[in-house]
């Protein structure tokens, strides 16, 4: 089956702008997390979806947001953006229950100049 | 609040020697613990995971396990190292709460 798929793989953005990334998970799982992963501060957890109600949310300001759709596709939306939101952004899926674990997606590469 | 050590940046084995990545948590209650590898430019890919049960745990590509509950660690193995096996290793755990806190990441160096 096919695996988790996000989308754009590489963005270039400006300080000030917004952007949208975009995770479709596993077909049948309800639940889908994002996490930042950069050089100074590692893998941190940004929040987690599932059937369209946001679970977990992790120490991050609010110009960061995601939300997630019937179908159980997920964005996130960083606004107004800073020099440090330049990051390795990887979203996991999973049925919805720790214990089976969590696939990842490739991730999606935004700098910001 | 739950963490995870790595205490290693990097590990450097020759191929065909065994590998040791270590891994100590800290959390309440009975934690699920994983292990992933990423290679440069890709996501994160699933080793194993513990949950319960035996404490050695087998996972992909030969790699191993083993969990300690008094020393709260999660070391993972692997009796002959490839240069393949060259990567950055991640452990993570899962206080049952949906969502993953990861240890900063050893560097795995296979050299031939």
């Known amino acids: 089956k096919a695996g988790v798929t996000q989308t754009p793989r590489y963005l270039i953005k400006t300080r000030g702008q917004q952007v949208t990334l975009s995770c479709s998970p596993i077909s049948g799982h309800r639940s889908v997390s994002w996490y930042q992963q950069t050089p100074g501060q590692g893998l941190q957890f940004l929040f987690e979806y599932f059937s369209e109600t946001q679970r977990n949310k992790g120490n991050f300001p609010g110009r960061f947001s995601g939300r997630q759709f019937s179908n159980s596709r997920s964005e996130m939306n960083v606004s107004t953006l800073e020099l440090g939101d330049s990051a390795l952004y990887l979203c996991a899926s999973s049925s919805g229950q720790a214990a089976y674990g969590y696939t990842f997606g490739s991730g999606t590469r935004l700098t910001v100049v | 609040a739950q963490s995870v050590a790595q205490p290693e940046d990097q590990v450097n084995v020759a191929e065909g020697n065994p590998l040791t990545v270590k891994c100590t948590y800290s959390v309440s209650g009975n934690p699920y613990l994983f292990w992933y590898v990423q290679y440069p430019n890709r996501g994160l890919q699933f080793l194993l995971k513990?949950?319960?049960?035996?404490?050695l745990v087998k996972g992909s590509y030969g790699f191993e396990a083993e969990f300690n509950k008094s020393q709260t660690s999660f070391h993972l193995k692997k009796p002959s190292a490839l240069v393949s096996d060259s990567a950055l290793y991640f452990c993570a755990v899962s206080p049952r709460g949906n969502m993953l806190t990861f240890g900063g990441g050893t560097r795995l160096m296979v050299k031939p």
């Open positions: 513990y949950i319960t049960g035996d404490n």
